[in-house]
């Protein structure tokens, strides 16, 4: 499942890297290509909770393998595109069921996993995530420009197909699970409302930077080391999506609070080291911010899944919505920051945004899940 995870961010990322040559083909602006970002985020944000709510009684193991049936269509569709609207319609088959995919995909790496380790069966499909935007990324955009943007795409269909036989091979039959009794939920269910007001908060202070993360680089220690940021910040994200899978079971609101913590931290010293124009500060600031975005969602999908118990699939279908409208806020944010000349704001956003949803989680959540 890790692996699937892999190939289905690899693709929702797929025109990061290769907006110029995909827009000079198919003879569209470059704005164009990137607005294909945000639709398909946000058909995610729309049709996931629906799509779960009907899919509720059907078999697991089918439902998450015709995810990636449909990824594979869309893969193929963007492939062979003709036009612009042909690679829309690409997109938007591999975003109908994205969402559904990680409504699943968590709450199924649970039931697989030994009682108690929750936490580390999410990490191990969190680091599939995370190598997308370390290795996925990187390799589709080399490869975009080596042998072209349509040839990439096929790549990425010929591991799709791989992803499809491993679930095939190895995933057992997974029935829909009954909701848990009232008595069993009652003590968890009202601490939900608060978790998303909490990880609308995160994910919009961690986007309102991490979109620009190149911009900052650039401002301190200059363009040619803006590889070296990114990559520094996927592998930052690998370590806390390590160290928090490990612990996340047995101290899962500290984690939370840690990670929210940890971005009140480094934006206040990445507004230190970007008045000053320090690299290595910037470069230290992004391994600190690296290891909270990575930890994040492994810590905040724990929590979501222990406070939904009375229905998982359903919880985890309002976290990743959630997770989707926090994206789109904080590039929103940030952008409005950048367009109005202030790089810095990017970071007081992160800042003020994290400090938010730090008092959200210790003086609500907290209070509900104890």
């Known amino acids: 499942m890790s692996f699937a995870a892999f190939v289905y961010v690899t693709f929702e990322m797929f025109a990061v890297g290769l907006i110029s040559p995909m827009a000079r083909d198919l003879g569209v602006s470059e704005g164009q290509i990137g607005l294909l970002m945000s639709v398909y985020a946000g058909l995610v944000a729309v049709v996931t909770i629906p799509l ?74 969190s680091i599939g995530s995370t190598l997308s935007l370390v290795l996925g990324s990187p390799l589709t955009t080399a490869l975009g420009a080596a042998i072209g943007w349509r040839a990439s795409t096929w790549v990425l269909g010929v591991a799709t197909i791989a992803s499809l036989a491993m679930l095939f091979t190895s995933l057992p039959s997974m029935p829909a699970t009954r909701t848990a009794s009232a008595a069993k939920a009652k003590s968890t269910k009202s601490a939900i409302p608060s978790l998303v007001v909490y990880v609308l908060l995160a994910v919009t202070s961690i986007f309102a930077t991490f979109t620009y993360l190149a911009l900052l680089v650039e401002a301190t220690a200059g363009h040619r080391f803006v590889p070296y940021g990114v990559s520094l910040y996927g592998l930052a994200g690998l370590v806390g999506i390590t160290f928090a899978g490990r612990r996340v079971d047995r101290r899962m609101i500290r984690l939370n609070a840690g990670a929210a913590a940890l971005l009140i931290i480094s934006a206040i010293a990445g507004l230190a080291a970007l008045n000053s124009g320090t690299g290595v500060g910037m470069f230290a600031v992004i391994a600190v911010f690296g290891m909270a975005a990575g930890a994040l969602p492994t810590v905040a999908t724990t929590i979501f899944l222990h406070a939904g118990q009375r229905n998982q699939d359903l919880a985890s279908s309002v976290y990743v919505v959630t997770f989707q409208v926090g994206i789109a806020s904080g590039s929103a944010l940030g952008a409005a920051a950048v367009d109005a000349g202030y790089l810095s704001g990017t970071l007081a956003l992160t800042g003020l945004l994290g400090a938010l949803a730090f008092a959200v989680l210790a003086l609500w959540s907290r209070t509900l899940l104890r």
């Not at 709510?53 to 990824?71: D, E, K, Q």
């Open 52 to 125: 779960i709510h009907v899919t509720r009684n059907v078999n697991r193991r089918p439902l998450l393998i015709a995810t990636l049936v449909f990824l594979l269509a869309g893969i193929v569709l963007q492939a062979t595109a003709a036009n612009y609207w042909m690679l829309v319609a690409g997109r938007v088959t591999a975003a109908f069921t994205h969402g559904v995919f990680w409504s699943l995909v968590n709450p199924m790496a649970s039931r697989l996993a030994p009682p108690g380790q929750t936490g580390k069966a999410v990490a191990a499909v």
